[in-house]
């Protein structure tokens, strides 16, 4: 059974930095990272393909945020920068033990999910 733990959410003015942090337990394939503002639909952020640490972006956040594996695979970063509000959202982690790619931003391709964490940028 896979488990999906995120933390590291807070508030933090324009053009700050947080770090979230998706704590994983059992095997996973691809993990990503969603989120969702208030009254709209839920997006895809950033993945990772963990056999070859493959990394994928939203185009909205290139160059801003990165994501990332520890040493053992084991957590899975998001590095957050320059953050502006429209960033705003509750940041959810993601993982299939299969590829989900193509199409790694699609909703449909994770079976597990965490409990979300609130980023909020003022």
């Known amino acids: 059974h896979v488990q999906l733990v995120e933390s590291g959410g807070g508030s933090v003015q324009a053009g700050g930095s947080l770090k979230l942090t998706c704590a994983v337990s059992?095997?996973?394939?691809?993990v990503a990272w969603f989120r969702q503002a208030p009254g709209a639909e839920r997006e895809g952020v950033a993945a990772?393909?963990?056999?070859?640490?493959?990394?994928f972006y939203a185009d909205s956040v290139k160059g801003r945020f990165t994501v990332s594996l520890a040493n053992a695979k084991n957590p899975v970063y998001l590095q957050m920068n320059s953050l502006k509000p429209e960033d705003t959202a509750i940041y959810y982690c993601?993982?299939?033990?299969?590829?989900?790619?193509?199409?790694?931003?699609?909703?449909?391709?994770?079976?597990?999910w965490g409990q979300g964490t609130q980023v909020t940028v003022s």
């Open positions: 993601a993982a299939v033990r299969r590829p989900a790619l193509p199409d790694w931003s699609f909703l449909g391709r994770y079976t597990y």
């Open positions: 059992g095997h996973t394939n691809t």
């Open positions: 990772l393909y963990q056999p070859y640490a493959e990394e």
